[in-house]
């Protein structure tokens, strides 16, 4: 009989197994270098790219749009765009070295409303612009809670929270965060109160949602940022609460309206009632700059100060620019006499007072 084959019993070790290589970390995006980031809220009238040009020929190095009309329900999923055009308007941001390219939501969203009808459009229209966002390589996409008309406000939150996860449902978000706007308080808006944004941050990890914090909203809400010591309990409170690292960007605002007034009224930087020397403190923190241990990487300044007349725009740019010491020189240039809007003909002028005595007559 043939000799039984004995097998020899084969050995593993932990150094045979396949142990695949780890995802290497993604860079870090090139204006969170500890740059100063500042920018202004640019029109997209006319076309989308036009915007960028705008906050380039303002001097600026970040910028802010709306990526559809703010004040105008679209047909849900309607609002889309062309892949085109989107490829163009990232290509031209980069070029133009932006960052971070920040989207404002519609300003008829409302998350926290009790409404079914106003509910169920919100949350559509919050997802069109995750995708929209996305679609244009967007950094930010800037929120407001919404109000909850009356309703008590754990229930107001929650409903924030529930909006935000069903708006993101299957939505893989990438490089794209959502950071909650705190709010004036104007009416029954949610979200005055710090602690209140704390609760819709808290509340939906998955998310790992940021925060945008106004200082017209602030002021107008009754935080003193306007003295050194109301400056220091107001961050202070920030970070107990929210905690300063989630702070990604600030709306730089003046405001028209008194400490506490809960009524949003926003002002050209240092000629209201916060002031310049309150604005130089913010801007200069050792906890709100982009740079040193306690500062953050490509935190951006955003301005969405009113153009009452030409020009209006390119000057609070350019007295960011000064404010946190930034030479001239240094500067992202601006391109001398632009602003987004323009003088008016006087022929114009002149036709349109004639038409006006023509009809009282």
Known sequence: ???????????????????PEPEPEPMPAFWKDGSWRIGIHTSIAGDLTAALE??????????????????????????RIVEVDAARFRSRRNELGLGPLVVHDNYLINLASPDRVMRVRSIQAFHDELVRAMTLGADYLVAHPGSGRGTPLAEAVTAVVDGLRQAARGLKLGGLRILIENTSGMGSALGWRFEEIAAIVAGCPELDPGVCVDTAHTFEA?????????????????????????????????????MGSRVDRHEHVGKGRIGLDAFRRILNHSRLGPRGPLGLAGRAFILETPIDKPGDDRRNVKTLWKLVGVEAKQAPMAEDGFSMVRRRRKSKVKNRKGRSERRKK
Not at 247 to 252: E, G, S, T
Request: hydrophobic share 35%; glycine share 8%; with cysteine.
């Open 222 to 258: 009754g935080y003193d940022i306007k003295t050194e010591i109301g400056l220091e309990q107001t961050l202070g409170l920030i970070e107990r609460t929210i905690g300063l690292e989630r702070v990604c960007m600030l709306h730089v605002n003046d405001s028209k309206t008194k």
């Open 1 to 19: 009989m043939d000799e039984e084959q004995k097998s020899t019993p084969l050995v593993y070790h932990d150094e045979d197994a396949y142990r």
């Open 54 to 79: 705008s906050a380039a020929k303002l001097g600026c190095n970040a910028v802010q749009i709306f990526s559809s009309s703010p004040r105008m329900w679209p047909r849900a999923g309607g609002v």
